[in-house]
């Protein structure tokens, strides 16, 4: 069946430093790819998506590339700030319609 | 635009007790969604509907129930609370459920079962 693996958390971070947060994943057919935050005491929130392979999703400074050969989907940015400190799902759907599935989540604390 | 609502933010129950979850979206998006949050396990699908008039269950039914009374409402039910409920509730809608449709998810629910 479908499933996403995250790197467990807590990352702790200095601001500015480099973040990588890896996620790879099992499916079916070609899904789409998907990474969520969560702010504390919030819900969550679509941080970036990726459709097709080779796709590369980006915003707020974030990017993941949808790697078909390693399954993988992993979060980068160059430069974290302390507000960027949230938990961080990677996700994944089939698109033949299936459910949304999500990975544990990795917890990211950014230190001034 | 308010969203995804969730009422109440907080409740406290204790074993045995019945309550309801209100979720309510102001976007006409055709499908909503109810998960749960715990410790370690990311987001778990409990039910979902995919239309006004359809529900189906999800990876985690057992002890809930749900009603979509119409387009914006989603309401999931605990008709007897057990301590393996205490999580924090999520619910979701989107344009669909397939493909790359996004998600926007309410402010959840914190329940604890005593």
């Known amino acids: 069946g479908n499933s996403v693996t995250q790197m467990e958390g807590p990352v702790t971070l200095s601001e500015e430093a480099f973040l990588t947060i890896n996620c790879t994943y099992t499916?079916?057919?070609?899904?789409?790819l998907f990474w969520y935050v969560q702010y504390p005491g919030e819900g969550l929130q679509l941080l970036l998506k990726a459709t097709k392979a080779d796709d590369k999703g980006s915003n707020k400074g974030f990017e993941a590339t949808y790697r078909k050969e390693t399954t993988s989907f992993h979060l980068e940015k160059g430069s974290v700030q302390v507000s960027d400190s949230a938990v961080y799902f990677c996700a994944l759907r089939n698109n033949q319609g299936g459910k949304l599935i999500f990975g544990q989540g990795t917890e990211l604390s950014v230190k001034p | 635009n308010a969203g995804v609502t969730q009422t109440p933010k907080f409740q406290v129950l204790k074993t045995g007790q019945s309550m309801t979850l209100q979720c309510a979206q102001d976007?006409?998006?055709?499908?909503m969604y109810w998960y749960r949050q715990d410790p370690g396990m990311g987001l778990r699908l409990i039910y979902y509907?995919?239309?006004?008039?359809?529900?189906d269950k999800g990876e985690v039914p057992n002890g809930y129930n749900v009603s979509r009374l119409n387009k914006r409402e989603f309401s999931l039910r605990l008709e007897s609370a057990a301590p393996s409920q205490t999580s924090v509730y999520f619910c979701?809608?989107?344009?669909?459920?397939?493909?790359?449709?996004?998600?926007?998810f309410g402010p959840g629910t914190r329940l604890t079962v005593l």
């Open positions: 499916a079916t057919g070609y899904p789409s």
């Open positions: 976007m006409n998006h055709n499908s």
């Open positions: 979701a809608s989107s344009e669909r459920t397939s493909g790359s449709n996004e998600q926007f």
């Open positions: 509907s995919a239309s006004e008039g359809t529900t």
